[in-house]
């Protein structure tokens, strides 16, 4: 059992370039998001997707894109990568997007993105 | 506003020595209140979910505990592989900012020999 699959594991890009980080989940799970982890704050939520071809914003969605065709894989996609962009960016899934039995959500290893 | 607040940033312990962590929050409703373990170069790890006030989880040297503004992650004698940032989140009742998960900038725990 996988779990959450993110890859690249580690990406450098230049300033306008773009880019999808891949996200996969073979635990079934309705719930998928991206964060991102920057050093003196906490995780910020990018996008999230409660179900196949259901996707809504998080506090931070500015330059990323999402979208969600199967129920096991959320790319994010960068636009036009800018230096700001530079972070730790986390997958994470939840069979239930509420709390409680099957709220908590499950991480993927992380892609560290560079951008000059 | 929504916010959640983690105490004290670096914490270093000699092994064996108890101590607890603290998480404060600020939400219009508590949904859930989650512990996540997270290692050097790794994503988070699920700990706990706590849902009311006076609610209690252990699992080994970790138990958690929740009131109505705050939340402790008490460690009982710790070992090195205890060492770890632990991260503290809540999931805010449904409403202008539908059920997102707000995180603290988590403690980093170091236990030394």
């Known amino acids: 059992n996988a779990g959450v699959t993110q890859t690249p594991k580690f990406q450098v890009l230049k300033t306008g370039q773009s880019m999808t980080l891949q996200c996969a989940q073979d635990?079934?799970?309705?719930?998928m998001s991206w964060y991102r982890q920057d050093p003196g704050m906490g995780l910020r939520l990018i996008h999230y997707s409660v179900g196949a071809g259901i996707t809504d914003q998080g506090e931070v969605p500015n330059g990323y894109n999402v979208s969600r065709s199967t129920t096991e894989d959320f790319p994010l996609r960068l636009l036009s990568a800018a230096p700001s962009q530079t972070s730790v960016y986390f997958c994470?899934?939840?069979?239930?997007?509420?709390?409680?039995?099957?709220?908590?959500?499950?991480f993927g290893e992380g892609s560290r993105l560079t951008v000059l | 506003e929504d916010q959640v607040t983690q105490s004290p940033e670096a914490l270093r312990l000699q092994e064996g020595e108890s101590s607890s962590l603290n998480c404060s929050y600020t939400v219009s409703g508590l949904r859930g209140l989650f512990w996540y373990r997270q290692d050097p170069g790794k994503g988070p790890e699920f700990l706990f979910t706590l849902y009311s006030a006076g609610e209690e989880k252990e699992k080994e040297r970790l138990k958690a505990t929740l009131t109505k503004k705050e939340s402790f992650l008490h460690i009982t004698a710790p070992k090195p592989e205890d060492s770890a940032t632990y991260l503290c989140a809540v999931q805010a009742l449904p409403g202008n900012t539908g059920n997102q998960f707000y995180f603290g900038t988590g403690t980093s725990l170091t236990v030394i020999p």
């Open positions: 994470a899934s939840s069979f239930s997007r509420l709390a409680g039995i099957g709220g908590e959500l499950f």
């Open positions: 635990m079934n799970h309705e719930y």
